[in-house]
């Protein structure tokens, strides 16, 4: 095991919108030859490795010195050093992109009965016909545009005109403009009913299957690092007060500090009585679990209370 925890670095994680967030960041330090492999990526694309989780890193990277046919560590330095397309495919390699249409279809089929969340009935009361959603981590739009197609299915059954704003960020801007086209392969949307597969797509000549357009324009895309500083929601929501926020399957690349950071950011940014749902085998992190209310345990689904 050639990674050792051996220095403490107080970092100061600072939100424009004035709160202070002080986060000890402990400096997973690795040694030796892996250690140079994450300094090169630090220097040249500014690669923020302290944020993740050393063991993901750690086998990402020994992966990818497979891959390459480098073989050893210290022959994937040199080829990182003189490769200029290297470091972004180990960049690429630890950014795992996966997802499917109603991946977990047992949590949409769930949040599709908890609809609408609190927060929107009562705005709705109010005569506030906007429903506000933030897909976090949203690779090529899999997870957006069905949240996007379960509430036109919704809103048609319940006889409802909503103004449906829907964001989708990720900080990854390749498997955002996929998503912007829409166009998926077929093992995207096995998890999917066979009649929502024929209402809300098209397959094309090459068998990939096309987004209808009513529900690529329910999404917005953006890009937005989740582990920005400088604000606490993607800029072009303008504010949060979200009913619905998913980031499924992002928190575990993350190391425990950071996942307190960026579940700081959803929590912040989710309206009084708002959903939030997780990936599987996500949890709230323990100082956040009493200021939400567990919807469904295996669905992963939480109000937020407090
Ligand atoms: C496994 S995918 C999850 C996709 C989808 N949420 C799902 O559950 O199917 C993880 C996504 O998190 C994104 N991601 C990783 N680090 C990020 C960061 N710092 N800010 C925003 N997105 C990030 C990756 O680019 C990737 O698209």
Redesign the pocket.
Known sequence: MFLIINRLTDRYLHFRWGLHVIVQVKNSMFEGEYAEILNILKDERNFDFY?YNPGMLERRIQNRIIRSGANSPKNYIELLKTDPAEPTHLIENF??????FF?DPLSFEFLAKLLPPASFSAKLKRGDRSFRIW??????G??PYSVAILLKEWMQHEKLALNVELFA????AI?LAKARLGVFPADSIVDMKHGLVERYFRQNANGFFEVAPEIKAMVQFSE?????HNSYVPSDSIFGEFDLV?????LI??NKEYQEF?FAKLHRALAIQGMLVL?ESEIPVAQFGKKFRCECEHCKIYEKEQ
């Open positions: 944020a950014m795992i992109n996966v997802s499917r991946r897909s976090a981590g949203c690779s090529h899999e997870e960020t990720d900080y990854d498997a937005y690092d989740l582990l920005d998913l980031c499924r399957n992002v690349y993350f960026i990936g």
